[in-house]
T-cell receptor
Framework: AQSVTQPDIHITVSEGASLELRCNYS??????LFWYVQSPGQGLQLLLKYFSGDTLVQGIKGFEAEFKRSQSSFNLRKPSVHWSDAAEYFCAVGLPSGTYKYIFGTGTRLKVLA | ETGVTQSPTHLIKTRGQQVTLRCSSQSGHNTVSWYQQALGQGPQFIFQ???????GRGNFPPRFSGLQFPNYSSELNVNALELDDSALYLC?????????????FGQGTRLTVV
């Protein structure tokens, strides 16, 4: 069955430090890959997406992610975290065959220390 | 903002009651998907509507039902509400038939069942 794993439930970093959020997926082919951010009580904002092509994708707010097929991973990175980045981050895969739906990970809550 | 609007933003219902949630999809999109996000969890796929018909369903009981209208807006209906139905309900619109595509999420409806 398809699944998405975000192994880190909580991550705390200091403002200005670098960040990497991990995401691994299980799917028989290459899915579409997404990272979303959610502030408390809010909907989902798309940070970046991967469909095909260059495996390093750039997103909004200075985020980037790298697709590694051999590791079935799509980790999110940011070189310097800002206090406003504190939120919950969700990795999702979009299944391009059949019903186009998303499978989400359980999320990583990011706390930023001033 | 994504152009996907949901109403109401918050709702409190009593166990056993019925509820209807509404979603207006982004202009030009023909597909609406609904997700349930319980507290501390990632969103779970409920079902999808395309051309006014259900086009895939997740692991949710039949008391979760929906409609899509000719203008592609959609409703989610939940009958016989249970306490565990308390969650954030997210609507996502997308365009089926274009290959690589992404879904755009609304801000959600927070349902509390007491």
């Amino acid at each position: 069955a398809q699944s998405v794993t975000q192994p880190d439930i909580h991550i705390t970093v200091s403002e200005g430090a670098s960040l990497e959020l991990r995401c691994n997926y299980s799917y028989g082919a290459t899915p579409y890959l997404f990272w979303y951010v959610q502030s408390p009580g809010q909907g989902l904002q798309l940070l970046l997406k991967y469909f095909s092509g260059d495996t390093l994708v750039q997103g909004i707010k200075g985020f980037e992610a790298e697709f590694k097929r051999s590791q079935s991973s799509f980790n999110l990175r940011k070189p310097s975290v800002h206090w406003s980045d504190a939120a919950e981050y969700f990795c999702a895969v979009g299944l391009p065959s059949g019903t186009y739906k998303y499978i989400f990970g359980t999320g990583t809550r990011l706390k930023v220390l001033a | 903002e994504t152009g996907v609007t949901q109403s109401p933003t918050h709702l409190i219902k009593t166990r056993g009651q019925q509820v209807t949630l509404r979603c207006s999809s982004q202009s030009g999109h023909n597909t609406v998907s609904w997700y349930q996000q319980a507290l501390g969890q990632g969103p779970q796929f409920i079902f999808q509507y395309y051309r006014e018909e259900e086009n895939g369903r997740g692991n949710f009981p039949p008391r979760f039902s929906g409609l899509q209208f000719p203008n592609y807006s959609s409703e989610l209906n939940v009958n016989a509400l249970e306490l565990d139905d308390s969650a954030l309900y997210l609507c996502a619109s997308s365009l089926t038939g274009t290959g690589e595509t992404e879904a755009f999420f609304g801000q959600g409806t927070r349902l509390t069942v007491v």
